[in-house]
């Protein structure tokens, strides 16, 4: 069976779904590998590499998708990308399925399995196949390293001849895998870091990195490890506990997302207006609508002295290493749907049965089917699914 890569369409992104390491382990699996010409230059893999490693090159995304069983993609196709895809393949990206309604309706009619990486279970069986994760990590790096880069201010303690400069205050608001590593980074660097999460299960795990936990009395834990959306009366109650927080840090990074909502809003703009001059805000869920009233997603916003970065799809900023990890990935989630050259998915399995918004042009995913106003036909596993611990 023909795995086909393309090259990636959105604006500005840099990466690529396979990398020659896990092409060469497919092909070895008795998969045929094809790539478009130049998909991974961005992310700095030549087509060489991957001819070296017994994949072929395809002058056009056309050709390399003819008589292919297998799409892999970072990102959804286009309504447009969608009409091309073989009919009755397996189509495997970050579908984000409200998001791609009209790419989905496309797909259905094209017979295809669609599979989302974002609907992952949160178990420990599936932490190998979570790209979310794997994005994260370097999304949360970038935050920390550009929050030091922008800050007009040193992130370490200096004791100079001149005087001894204090170390900059760092809040992280969100404490999942990119909040850690924002954690972690700023650390790293030498600055003084608070971490603020509703869930109370975040709380060891920032201060295992050095972080001091806030405790505002808000908590909102949901299922599958994410936090459950807060009320209206919530929403306030965090805000005028966070107000005073705010406006004593050089730094906030922001992370918080709830999936398949917008990203709630945890920084107001008269907590902005308080901040101290020079202060920065880095808030890596621009892309959802941001944690900050005032960001704008892929730009920088100056109000008063404060500069609000609205990071935009902050992976693709370090191609390398993010399409490395979502690579291995692909290929660990891959292994369920497809082996040995063939398809063999076990439609038993609560992964499979979880991550897929299509099955055979059939919407499985009920909010996939709500959004498309088309009908639920769930797949029923033929013996019982037992739940795996979460991850």
Known sequence: MKIAVVTETRAGEQRIALVPEVAKKLVADGFEVAVQSGAGAAAFFTDTQFTEVGATIAADAS???????????????????????PEGALVMSFLQPGQSVEALKTLATRNVTAVSFDLLPRISRAQSMDALSSQATVSGYRAGLLAAETLTKFFPMFM????????????????????????????RLGSIVKAYDVRAAAKEEAESLGATFLDLGVTAEGTGGYARELTPEEQQAQRDALATEVGNSDVVITTAAVPGR???????????????????????????????????????VISGNTSIVGMSNPPSGMPTHASFLFARNVANLLALFAKGGEMATDWDDEIVIG??????????????????????????????????EEA
Do not use: F
Request: proline share 6%; with cysteine; net charge negative.
């Open 63 to 85: 050709a390399a998708m003819a008589g292919a069983g297998i799409i892999v993609r970072v990102n959804a196709p286009s309504d447009a990308e969608a009409a091309q895809i």
């Open 355 to 388: 991550t897929t918004v299509l099955r055979d042009g059939a919407a499985a995913n009920q909010a996939a089917a709500e959004a498309m106003g088309v009908a639920h036909v769930p797949i029923v596993p033929s013996t019982p699914v037992v739940e795996s």
């Open 262 to 300: 917008k990203a709630p809003i945890l920084v107001t703009a008269e907590m902005v207006a308080k901040m101290h001059p020079g202060s920065i805000i880095i808030d890596m869920a621009a892309d959802g609508g941001g944690n900050c009233e005032l960001t704008k997603a892929g730009e920088t």
């Open 160 to 187: 100079t001849a001149a005087g001894t400069v204090p170390p900059a205050r760092v809040l992280v608001m969100g404490v999942g895998v990119a909040g850690l590593q924002a954690i972690a980074t700023a650390k």
